[in-house]
């Protein structure tokens, strides 16, 4: 029997970024995957695929909208190869889950493949696909064995169909009519992928708006642009049934009146979140809690209430992200290598890689005054500036909350080209506890699109934005 130090179930994000994190403090480690590719849920079905068709799809958008007006005139009509499309996202997903492997070899990290169960709180049984199962010890288990595609318990998912986020990542043809359950980030991604290629897309979410869990006004100014671009929303929309009948989809929801509504699609996608996975895991064997929706109990430090078993990502609370996993194996790797890392949880920032882009960190609006927190806000439009207006990209804002007595930033929030990767200057800023004015006196490059952030920080600190 093979013994290690760590044993780590799931090689998500999350997963092989604790082993890495344990190889270098000197464990002996080994990572189970039942899947025979390396990468979990996000590079295999989530993140890294669907960004590659949204990054496709964009190029495919901007040159039947905006080449012409750029000065650049294409002989002929534009067309989609959508096989292609898929083959090239599916090139980017090989490519990084190979990458990952080489990181498993480079840091001598022995891989499992196979099933992992619990056979004790210190053995891990490892059901093979030829059939065969092998027993590990390890003094210390982590899992991280992340989510799955969330449903509602009417509807029959028959993958063709009625899909979830797997199976629109891989579709044989563009829908005619796409019909998805959930304003949420997974739901407006991939909706606007399909969105311009030509399909007709309808959202049905249940609460008052999309993105329900950020600001206020990114929700608000996310409709104006998606719907400028044609997407339709039905918000406070019940939906009571999802119905098959050959190519055919007929969806069924309450408006917020009690009147009924029918969307007649040739696609259906559920999109209204993940739940944690831990299918298989025989957590009772291990002496593991659980809850009822299978959502693992641990302390601040990711220790379950078994003492030599921990739990990251989204198989625990908290934001279901890759980067939260991510920070979450490696802080466990160095509690268990006797370190004292931590994590601070109102600084994890949330992306939608919708075009404009969305991007988030701290405390909405909404929570700042449910808590009571007196606060300023400063925003600055992308319109203003020049790089927007040199790049066709307009749309969006930032937004910083600060705090109204001692300017500390408190949130910031999003909407533009980019701010995915501009977050980082906020969560950089709001690390250090920085204030609205010191974001203002930083010096930032011309013309940049974080140039809105130092506006917004101007406006936040003495309404005294420059450029508007």
């Known amino acids: 029997m093979s013994s290690f130090d760590i044993a780590i179930i799931g090689s998500g994000p999350g997963g092989y ?39 496709s799809s964009h190029h495919y958008h901007d040159a039947i909208t905006h080449f012409k007006e750029h000065g650049i005139d294409i002989p002929g009509d534009v067309k989609i190869n959508l096989e292609q499309m898929i083959a090239r996202k599916q090139a980017v997903v090989d490519q990084t889950c190979s990458g990952v492997k080489f990181l498993m070899d480079k840091n001598k990290i022995t891989v499992f493949e196979g099933l992992g169960s619990f056979k004790d709180a210190t053995h891990v049984d490892i059901a093979k696909a030829d059939g065969t199962t092998e027993t590990i010890e390890a003094k210390n288990i982590i899992i991280a064995t992340g989510s799955k595609p969330a449903s509602l318990p009417f509807i029959k998912l028959d993958k063709e169909r009625v899909i979830t986020s797997t199976e629109a990542l891989k579709l044989k043809e563009i829908p005619k009519h796409l019909v998805i359950i959930g304003g949420g980030v997974i739901g407006l991604e ?85 739940k944690p996975y831990t299918e298989g895991l025989n957590l009772k064997a291990a002496g593991v809690k659980a809850t009822e929706r299978g959502q693992i109990d641990v302390n601040e430090h990711l220790q379950t209430n078994v003492s030599n078993i921990y739990a990251i990502g989204d198989v625990v609370r908290g934001a279901m992200l890759a980067h939260k996993a991510e920070e979450e194996g490696a802080m466990v790797a160095e509690i268990l290598a006797g370190q004292k890392p931590h994590i601070d ?41 020049g790089r927007s207006r040199a790049s066709m990209d307009t749309d969006g804002f930032v937004k910083i909350l600060a705090d109204a007595k001692t300017d500390e930033v408190l949130g910031v929030h999003m909407v533009g080209a980019r701010v995915a990767d501009l977050i980082a200057e ?27 952030v130092k506006e917004a920080a101007l406006a936040a600190t003495d309404n005294r934005a420059l450029h508007v």
């Open 190 to 274: 991939l909706g606007q992928v399909y969105l311009r290629l030509g399909a007709q897309v309808s959202v049905v979410e249940f609460l008052d708006r999309i993105l329900p869990g950020m600001d206020g006004a990114i929700s608000k100014e996310m409709t104006k642009i998606l719907k400028k671009q044609g997407m339709k929303f039905y918000t406070q929309h019940k939906v009571t049934a999802v119905e098959r009948k050959g190519k055919e989809v007929l969806v069924k929801a309450d408006d917020k009146t009690g009147k009924n509504v029918d969307f007649t699609a040739d696609y259906c996608l559920v999109a209204v979140g993940r």
């Open 17 to 55: 970024v604790s082993a890495i994190r344990c190889a270098q403090l000197g464990f002996k480690t080994a990572i189970i995957e039942k899947y025979s590719t390396l990468g979990g849920t996000c590079l295999n079905v989530g993140c890294i695929p669907s960004k590659a068709l949204l990054d």
């Open 426 to 452: 906020a969560v950089t800023a709001m690390e250090f506890r920085a204030s609205a004015e010191d974001i203002s006196r930083m010096s930032h490059a011309h013309p940049t699109y974080a140039e809105a």
């Open 345 to 385: 949880y109102n600084l994890i920032p949330g992306v939608v890689y919708t075009w404009p882009e969305v991007a988030a960190v701290g405390k909405t609006e909404e929570e700042l005054k449910a808590a009571g927190v007196e606060f300023k806000a400063g925003s600055f439009p992308m319109r203003a500036l």
